[in-house]
Structure formats: C-alpha cells, structure tokens
C-alpha cells in the first residue's frame, strides 16, 4: 500500500487546477429559443434598424407638429382626420397642412406627420378632431433605429445570454446564435462492488451514488454530463474508458483514488498523463487526485459518496463554470448560529454539513462514507485549515446545498 | 377607445395573482439521472439498509476487538491473517480468535470480525501481522444500515431535488422517481403587425420580441414554455389559441392589452372567463391584464418589449415559481450608489433599468418600446410607488438581470 505522500492545502489546489483548466472554445449554432443561460460565442452587431420605421408611441393622431404650435384648451386646432392606422398597417395619406390621421401605438407614422397627440388630448366631432395641445416635432413617436442603430453590438462575445438579450436578438430578427458548446464532464464510477441502479444486489456490493451526484452538479453549473458505465478496477478497463471518452474536456472517476493496493488511479494518470496533485487537506475528501491527460483533466475523487460530492461542490463546480464560461458564483447563504461547539482539524479546510432549525446551525455529518451526512443537510459550512474550533452559538455562513 | 378603469398597486395585482394560481398537481416520473433541480412529487422510504452489511470504514484488517484489548505499542498482539478482502468480495472465512483478514474501505465484514486495524497501526510479516492499539468494538467499521435503516424517509413530496437527495435515492438503488410536472405557458404574441423571426419584414412589420424574452423567463424559473404562432387580433384567432393549449397551466399574450380599439384582449376574457384587474401602478408596464379561463391563468401583457419582460420579472416569475413548487427566490442582487437623480411617478412602482460602472447605478431606460432600454443593461432598481426621488449618490439595491 502507498501512502499519500503530501497534502495539499485547498487553495493551492485550485491554483492548480485553475491553470490547468481553460475555458472550452468550440462553438454551436442554436435556435435562439435554446440559447437562454448559454455564454454568447460572437459579437452580433445589428444590419438594421429598430424600429424599422418612425411609429407612433401612443395611441391618438399623428399630426404635423407646427399645426400645433400654440394650441391650448383655450385656443384649440381642428384638424381634418385623413385615415385610420393600426400597426401593421402601412399609411395612404400623406399629411398636409390642417390634416392627421388616427393612429394606434405602434404604427408607422404617416408621411408629412412628424408627432403623435394622444388620444386623452383631443375632442373628436365626426371626421375633425380638435387638438387642445401643443406639440413639440417627435412628440410621441419613436423614431426608425431609436432602439437599435444599425451597426450597433447588440451582445459580446462571452456574454450570458439573459432573456433581455436574447430579446435583442430577436428585435433585429435573428432565429439562432453562436454560443459556446458546454464542457463535456464524463462521470465514471469504479469498482467492482459497484452496481448500478435498478440491478439487484449480489452479496458485497452497493449501488452507484457517485454518478448521479457529480453529474446533477455538473449540469446545475454549465456542463453536460455524461454517465459512463461503471468502470472495473483494472488497468485494462481504466485505460478503456479514457480512450472511450476522448472528446470529453474533464473526466470524473470515482473510487480508487485512496491507498489501497487495488486503487489503481494513480497508476493510470503517471502512465497516460501527469499527476498534478494526489491529496488535499480537506475534510472529508484527502484521498483526492488530479492531473490531466493531454488536454483532458482528470479528477479521482474518493469512493465515498459524501467526500465525493463535497469534493465536487469545492473542486470540480468552479473548474466547470470556469471552463463554461459563467460568472464565478457563490451559492446563496445565510448566517445562522452554530448549534454546538465543533472542533475542526487544525490544517485541513472542513466541509461540515448542517441542518437549519430556528437561526441555528446543526451539525449533520455522520460519516463520509454516509450520503444522508448530506441529503439530510440543509448547507454547509466551510472551517478553514487554520480554524480549530467554532463555539457554541458562533455565528456561521451556511452555504445552501 | 376605452380607458384603463382603475389601475392597482403592485402588491395588490400579486395577490390576486397569488389566489389565483395554485401549485401543479400532475406528476411524471423520471429517469434519475434527469431529476435533479425538480420537485419531488412522493414521500420516498427505503426499503432496504445502506451499507446492505457491515463493511471496513478503513484499509487494514478486520478483526475480534476483544483480540486487541489491552494491545499497545509496548504490548502487541499478533494475529494471523486468513484472506484478503477487496470491496466487493466476498470473505470466505471466519475470523476465529487470534485471527484477522486484510481488508480494503468497503469490502465486507467477515463473520467474527467487528472492528478494523487501520495499516498504519501495523506491522506485517509473512501471514502475521502485530497490531500495536486496542481496539473498541466498531472501530472503522460501518454497520449495516447506519447510514440508510429500512423505513428512513430518503426524500419528501415538495422537496427540490439536489444533487445529494438524488444520491440518497441512488444508495438504495431506485433508478427513478416521481416528481411534479413543470407548469406549461403557452406565449403568444398577438398583432398583425409582428413578424416571425427569420422571415423578411413587410412595410410596417416589427419582429417578434415577446415570445423569446418571456419564454428564455419561464425556461429558468421552472416552467415550460410553449411558443405558439403569432396571432392575428381577431376575436376569432385569439379565441382559437385559447381552445389550442388547453392543458396549458398559463396564457401569456403579448400586445393587444391597451386601450386601442382593436385592443381585443379585454373582450376575450370578459367572453371566455374572468377579469381579475386591468391595468397595474407599474412603470413601465401598465396596461396589463390579468385573468382566469377556467383553471387557467391568462395574463395579458402590454406588447412592448421592454414593458412585457418587466411584467415578466415581476408577475410572471413568481407565479411560475410557486406553480412549479419551487422556493420564493429574490434575484441576485448588489447594492449601488445612484449615478444622477431620478424623479419616478409617485404612486407607481417603477422598474428601472440600470447599468453598474465602478459602483455606480447608471439609468439605462430608454423607452418601454425599446428592448436595449434592458439588454444594455446590468440589472433594475425596483423604485416603490410610494417614493417619487432617488438622489443622486444615493445608495439603491440593483437586482441583476
């Protein structure tokens, strides 16, 4: 058996992982109706305009502006009504001295009319209506390309595409965009007492957790996971899975990264790739390997479904988010007490689940090996290495699972 | 032309909304590996016990406890090993007095054994090893069942699936579970002027903003979105999309909700079901329209698009949340110091939209018709109706968008 030969504290580790990690640069096309939450992967600079025409703001009657002048209640303009618009309606009349046409929001302004009165400011007598009001040269009305000039950049690359932008998108009538593709996580489980889901147990196995926890994390953060068959713990079958999964950026194993004579891992990543660091500081989760295969990244998180999933909120989210493109984010929190004096090991960074009751923090890790240490958890704090000990009622920040 | 009658507060216009909807009640089952970020829609309980058997918490040997007692450094006892036990075998052997089995994390207990010598506290020679501590019953073991008993409740009917409750479904085995189904919105945008995107523009045509902004909203709040065809403002059409999605949960039209004559909305839901308010104390925003259809809710939101994805955030969002049974959730937000005065109409809730420079909250607003008013913005200062001044430096919180 080999032991772990130096533990790394978690910000190196991340350090380390951060300069390995780039963000991924292949591109997809998307209908612009998938594209909302994806990171844009080009400038869009608008070839028109928006509005594509001037139009009227308010519903009333688009006027020559100068007919005004001087109009008030007490001294009022009659003007004669030429047509009605609605929007989508393109103008007939053209607008001469004394005249308007009635015009609903939204519709293209007729030529001749340069302002809108609205409707509140009129009195209307059969086809003359009579303005109270006097208006000002676009008045009421939205001039063509007011919103979006042509040549204006209307998203940047590497921008979120939020739903305001993809409506920017749609203004100038674009159906798709380029966005960057997700980076592609391969999620692999190994070990020979392994089963998957749905199998019925033989005697000495457990069921796959691993899986299916790194891979719920991976998508709520940008990446699209891909759950490959449980893996052997043999060279040949590990070998296997890495050339299977070639077009992968990251791979996930986990299982077989401890010290045990049968945790081959390590052996795998010194004879494909390069160890980048093998053993964290962290509690629960310091049998953790890292490293990469080409261009490919490789974590070994441990076989323990609880050290795994802490391991991949720590580890493996940032570098996902990372390579995806998104915001770095901090998962919503709250402060709350802390239920009872814990004491930390002093040089490793703690990942402590809790539950949340009444403003305090309850401690509810069992045992690494426990995935109810964390399904009946409500967040986490996180005790850094040189934290030995929280008191009884010590305010926390609880992260939110 | 018929005039907005009396427009509501904000909070007024939510609670209504609020007795309106109800949390869906249909449920579909799910592929695990799809579940998470969903609702749980049973009160899962395990039938089974995780481990399924006791098994070594740590590399060494699994041992008689009481063979260690009184063992230290000083005073060793030596054991004889009988197998080695991987995860996933199965021992052979009974371990009898003086007797051990090298044991891997996770491989089964075998018969007589009830704790586990850590290697490190060892030393092996030929089929001996000398074990320098004493040892308590369980040591570096993990009972059967002491993470998951028979009859633990996994997951709760109503709890969000994350990534570690999916786990906790996954250690018993189960490859799938029942959850609620997201609620359905149909989005239509309603007018003759608005063109499908992709298409060219006729004289007097826009492109079709609304279903995008409004659907890219929905999408990631919970809902599913359903984008129907552009509908003409016709009794007839708008009455043809109502009988179209008739297992939808939600009606969103866009456009047709002001005071226009050809403004049909209003008509359609006094025709087909009830008004519940028409026109809100909003900016921008107001001439929105909200209602039932039987059991659906029809909101009609103003056809601007700036206006429209406003309403979206305010009214739209929460009410999918809480029909999709997903926790109240506040936007990110920062907190920013306003770049110039801003006077808002008193007695309206204002939806500002700004843009953040170097701590500053700068008003990016153009107009409700334009849709860069928000996509060249960062976030929005919601101002309430009761405040009509934000002073230049004043500090504001900027929800991001």
Chains 1, 2 share one sequence.
Do not use: W
Request: with cysteine; glycine share 8%; charged share 25%.
């Amino acid at each position: 058996m080999r032991p772990i030969r130096k533990l790394i504290q978690l910000d190196e580790a991340l350090r380390i992982i951060d300069s390995a990690a780039s963000p991924v640069d292949g591109t997809e096309r998307l209908p612009l109706v998938d594209a909302s939450d994806r990171v844009c992967a080009e400038d869009v600079v608008s070839s028109t305009s928006v509005p594509p025409f001037s139009r009227a703001a308010m519903d009333g009657y688009a006027v020559r502006a100068r007919d005004t002048f001087g109009a008030s209640r007490a001294n009022p303009v009659v003007l004669r009504v030429r047509e009605k618009l609605y929007a989508g309606s393109v103008p007939k009349k053209v607008i001469g001295r004394g005249e308007c046409s009635e015009i609903a929001t939204g519709a293209m302004m007729p030529k001749g009319a340069d302002a809108v009165v609205m409707v509140e400011d009129t009195e209307t007598a059969g086809s003359e209506v009579t303005v109270n009001e006097s208006l000002h040269p676009g008045k009421n009305t939205s001039k063509k390309g007011e919103d979006i000039a042509p040549r204006t950049r209307l998203v940047s690359r590497g921008e979120l595409l939020n739903p305001s932008k993809i409506g920017a998108l749609a203004a100038v009538g674009l159906d798709s965009v380029k966005v960057y593709r997700r980076p592609r996580v391969a999620v692999v489980t190994t070990g020979d007492e392994i089963a998957e889901l749905g199998a019925r147990l033989k005697p000495g196995q457990v069921y796959n957790i691993n899986s299916y926890t790194v891979s719920a994390a991976v998508r709520a953060n940008g990446g699209e996971a891909r759950i490959l068959p449980i893996a052997k713990d043999t060279m040949g079958d590990l070998e296997r899975v890495v050339d299977e999964c070639e077009d992968c950026d990251i791979l996930v194993f986990s299982g077989g990264s401890s010290v045990g004579e049968r945790d081959i891992m390590l052996d795998l990543l010194e004879h494909r790739g390069e160890v980048l660091f093998h053993g964290i500081a962290v509690k629960p989760g310091k049998p953790t390997l890292f490293g990469t295969i080409g261009s490919r990244l490789l974590f070994g998180m441990p076989g323990y479904p609880t050290s795994c999933l802490s391991n991949a909120y720590m580890l493996l989210v940032p570098t996902v988010r990372r390579m995806a493109r998104l915001p770095e984010r901090e998962p919503a929190s709250v402060v709350a007490r802390m239920s009872k004096r814990v004491v930390s090991a002093t040089g490793r960074t703690q990942f402590l689940t809790v539950r949340l009751e009444g403003g305090l923090a309850i401690p509810a890790f069992k045992e690494s090996g426990a995935i109810t240490s964390m399904s009946h958890a409500e967040g986490y704090v996180i005790i850094p290495a040189d934290v030995d000990l929280i008191e009884n009622g010590e305010q926390v920040r609880v992260f939110l699972l």
